[in-house]
């Protein structure tokens, strides 16, 4: 099994290594691999979308030809794991702020984002979340968070923080507005490396 992290921007290693510990979770072994350039994606079996700066990461994924190529792996069924500015990427909508930069959207997810909807870098925030399927609250990182705003009957809430929705699924793709790679708790990659199983 390879999993996929894009390497472009934003936290790559951070995602590997929590990976890797979910694995050790889960008693798997598996290759996990960094993406920079074209070519590679068509030969995992799960992608991640780390944080990072989702305009850069959107132009620089789009540079590299790397978009068309996560477009054609999530419609095959790959599972694939957006976290922050990959929340973000993974959207079929945005907010005015999108619209404005420009922003390029893989417009996988039947889902509507806020880009900055917990303000900005010095408003970041540390807070204990539900999240459906885990047994207890999640310690959540949130750094220039996005917001899930709307979203299609075909989109599970899996985690909401005070009315807001910050996690989300539709059928094999996995988005989340805070940064899950930041903790030592695998348990969000383990529930992404149960999606890859199934």
Do not use: W
């Amino acid at each position: 099994m390879r999993i996929g992290v894009i390497a472009i921007q934003g936290n790559v290693q951070e995602h590997v290594n929590a990976m890797k510990r979910a694995l050790d979770m889960a008693g798997q072994e598996a290759e996990v691999i960094m993406i920079k350039h074209k070519g590679l994606v068509p030969t995992i079996d799960a992608l991640i979308l780390p944080g990072g700066e989702s305009t850069t990461l959107g132009k620089l994924m789009e540079k590299e030809d790397i978009s068309g190529e996560i477009k054609k792996v999530a419609h095959s069924g790959i599972p694939i794991m957006g976290t922050c500015a990959g929340l973000v990427l993974l959207a079929k909508n945005g907010d005015d702020q999108v619209k404005k930069t420009g922003q390029s959207l893989l417009s996988l997810m039947d889902i509507t984002v806020n880009r900055n909807a917990f303000g900005r870098q010095k408003e970041s925030f540390e807070c204990r979340v539900d999240f459906k399927g885990l047994d207890s609250p999640f310690n959540a990182v949130f750094i220039r968070a996005p917001s899930i705003t709307g979203l299609g009957e075909c989109v599970e809430v899996l985690s909401e923080y005070k009315g807001v929705i910050i996690a989300a699924r539709q059928k094999n793709m996995l988005a989340l507005a805070f940064h899950p790679e930041l903790t030592d708790d695998p348990r969000i990659h383990h529930y992404f490396l149960k999606m890859i199983r199934k």
